[in-house]
């Protein structure tokens, strides 16, 4: 399986934007399809955005489109998180994840079998 690092997490204001990296190594990145979770306390992790592997579909949902937006560098094993125009209600941990050929949805965290420790997002009002 291919091991996750997330960084790029911190605090900021809202109306601020923050980029999140995510590094991939341990086996070859291709033909994995890259997620972005986030989790509150007492709560199940939420999925952000997707990509497929080679970038040709991207997924998100309603209240994160045009704020966020996910990508990819296959050459360099890394996916990113931009996120703009950030409210409280984004306060998070934010966890990358990967799918291997898989057959579940990637909207769907038991589709993806790796996934990285975690950074925290905090938007101050």
């Known amino acids: 399986q291919v091991q996750l690092v997330e960084s790029g997490g911190g605090l900021v204001q809202a109306g601020g934007s923050l980029r999140l990296s995510c590094a991939a190594s341990?086996?070859?990145?291709?033909?994995?399809?890259m997620g972005w979770f986030r989790q509150t306390p007492g709560n199940e992790r939420e999925f952000v955005a997707a990509?497929?592997?080679?970038?040709?579909?991207?997924y998100s949902i309603d209240s994160m489109k045009g704020r966020f937006t996910i990508s990819r560098d296959n050459a360099k094993n890394m996916v990113y998180l931009q996120m703009n125009s950030l409210k409280p209600e984004d306060t998070a941990v934010y966890y990358c994840?990967?799918?291997?050929?898989?057959?579940?949805?990637?909207?769907?965290?038991?589709?993806?079998?790796?996934w990285g420790q975690g950074t925290q997002v905090t938007v101050s009002s």
């Open positions: 341990g086996r070859t990145f291709s033909g994995y399809a």
């Open positions: 994840a990967a799918a291997y050929n898989y057959k579940g949805s990637v909207y769907q965290a038991t589709t993806y079998t790796s």
């Open positions: 990509i497929s592997w080679r970038s040709s579909s991207t």
